[in-house]
């Protein structure tokens, strides 16, 4: 297991009791709150979290059973590629509702997604270093398994903070996992999923993303392309700088939050073009 994968792995598996704990003192008003996915509750966001790991266990699975899956004759798949946020978006949300009526009760859910979460982490956790590259499917595209451990750190993160931030307005995304989560930002057969590139003819873009350390990411926008890549925060020009933190950085990216508003509540600066507001809000416009 190289270091990437044991960084994830470790931050997860310190993740995943913390959570099922704060799940665990939830009021039954919090669960019926509505949380920051529009027209979910918390517990319909729960559920579908519930769904997802339970998902992504079935293909690590089937990917470590079989050099190339592609190749197994018995096993057919439509092919990846063709979904994006945007398009299913209305299917998943009545797909969550559904499954949050399954459960009989909040505490019901809380055993199962506790259940399914380490599941999941223990399938993870017992791969071999040849496992890592295996093809996997997964409906965005075909990934590898170690392309599944990034969705599942960005889902758990991401909707961790759907849930609980909604009764909790101090709750941030987990500060160990959002350092993490550029690694699955920059991941090019991932993050077609959740970015709109600009036009062909519109001028070409370069925003910087300063966290505050030596690394941070560079995004540029050129001929209908946008390109997302983790490297040293001072070996590229750019048109502008974002400084902000990487909690607050998946909240920007993933349409949570506008780069305007967290440049108002002076969780964001910006440094150079403003230009870049407009250019940031249409590349990214929610996951």
Request: proline share 3%; hydrophobic share 35%; net charge negative.
């Amino acid at each position: 297991m190289n270091e990437k994968h044991s960084q994830i792995l470790e931050q997860l598996n310190k993740f995943s009791p913390t959570l099922i704990i704060q799940l665990e003192n939830l009021s039954e008003e919090n669960w019926a709150t509505q949380s920051r996915c529009s027209d979910w509750t918390v517990k319909d966001v729960m559920s579908h979290l519930t769904t997802v790991l339970a998902t992504y266990l079935q293909i690590i699975g089937t990917a470590k059973n079989t050099e190339d899956i592609r190749n197994n004759p018995k096993i057919s798949y439509s092919e990846p590629g063709t979904l994006d946020a945007k398009s299913i978006a209305s299917r998943l949300s009545q797909r969550a509702k559904e499954a949050s009526g399954n459960f009989k009760s909040n505490n019901e859910l809380v055993v199962e997604f506790g259940l399914r979460f380490k599941e999941l982490l223990d399938g993870f956790n017992s791969c071999e270093e040849h496992h890592w590259d295996l093809k996997a499917y997964h409906p965005v595209n075909w990934v590898s398994i170690y392309g599944m451990l990034l969705w599942t750190l960005f889902e758990s993160s991401i909707h961790a903070w759907d849930a609980l931030n909604a009764v909790d307005e101090e709750y941030i995304i987990d500060e160990d996992l959002a350092s993490l989560l550029p690694q699955y930002f920059c991941n090019e057969l991932i993050n077609r999923w959740f970015k709109t590139p600009d036009s062909p003819e519109s001028p070409s873009q370069t925003l910087a993303v300063n966290f505050g350390s030596s690394e941070g990411l560079r995004i540029a926008s050129s001929k209908g392309h946008l390109d997302i890549e983790q490297c040293a925060i001072n070996s590229f020009d750019a048109d502008a700088e974002i400084h902000t933190s990487a909690s607050e950085f998946a909240l920007l990216i993933t349409g949570r939050k506008s780069l305007a508003e967290s440049m108002e509540d002076s969780s964001t600066q910006l440094k150079g073009d403003s230009s870049h507001i407009d250019s940031f809000s249409g590349w990214f416009t929610g996951s």
